[in-house]
């Protein structure tokens, strides 16, 4: 049996350790400094109350084991890395920050195990999809990447409710864009490029966001006409948020832009995420588009109640380590999310919460189903956590 840390027993990394430790799979302890995070979860998870700047006592804590995810705050990631590379563990991350990617892969250099970060929602299972579906032609011209995690009943003027972590919602409001822009590289603005669509009927808008593309813009270099990532919410959000970052100055006052999300903006388990790629270019001499749709809704599984943003997000990055445990993807040096297969993502027993109708039967077993999804259209998806 693999031995796991998981850091941070947040609203994601606690998700992770209790679809781990549930799996039989996996002996899982969660990591966090504060005490009080550690309650409440499954007798199975062991805990340890740990400071995790403390490089020496982390390191003690990584010794020995398979492998560790972060589900900490980006700004300690690189705290983390280390200390998987000086105790020889595996290092998965659910990072979106772009910084803190960037020393991931420095880290990773030389590494006699694996370096694998950004495995969550987006980047995560965004990039998988745009891959595979850009592995479909012969000539790339536009690759769209679009995910939001909305709340089903949205109530207030921002149409939105806090459903992950609040740090990493303003940084990616706030951060440089990458992009690919006809054929040249670029960082584009936070909150620009504003677009509306429709999906199912329900009317949403798309805007400029930090760190969704993780590596596609290495990986599909020269090869693609414009590869963009935007954040989906709905109608009126982006105006609002630019008139609290730009014109009230809060861009610079990130601390106090957090404390008036957190005290004003309530937090929702009722929630949705819409998953939205499109992709065009030739194929055998024809101009072709191809687009993937799903929506994820929140519910519960054995009893756990989960959100839709928790289950998308931990699953990934289960996903992710179940893949590396058997291996099937590389055990050494930096490993990027495109390099895993999607099929192979979607037969795992974690990675079958993406599943649509359309994508066709999975096998394994039948335990592990959604047990009460909030609302859906079509099967409830499956989050096959049995061994």
Known sequence: MKQIVVVGAGKIGSIVAELLAGSGDYRVTIADREAARLTGLSPAIGREATDIGDAGALK????GRFAVISAAPYHLTWQIASAAKAAGAHYLDLTEDVAATRAVRILAEGAGTAFIPQC???????????????????TLHDVRLRVGALPVYPSNALSYNLTWSTDGLINEYCE????IVHGERRDTAALEELESFALDGVAYEAFNTSGGLGSLCETLGGRVRNLNYRTIRYPGHAAIMKLLLNDLGLRRRRDVLKEILETSIPETAQD?????????GLRAGRLVQET????VYAGEVRGIAMSAIQATTASSVCTVLDLLAEGAIPAKGLVRQEEIALAAFLDNRFGRV?????????GGPEDGLWDRPNRRTGPAPRLDAAA
């Open 60 to 63: 003690t804590l990584l010794e």
């Open 292 to 295: 993937y749709a799903h929506k």
């Open 354 to 362: 993406y599943a649509r109708p359309e994508d066709g039967p999975r």
């Open 176 to 179: 440089p864009c990458e992009a």
């Open 272 to 280: 949705v995420v819409v998953v939205f790629v499109t992709v065009s």
């Open 120 to 138: 969550g929602l987006a980047p995560g299972f965004i990039s998988i999809v745009a891959h595979d579906m850009a592995l479909r032609f012969d």
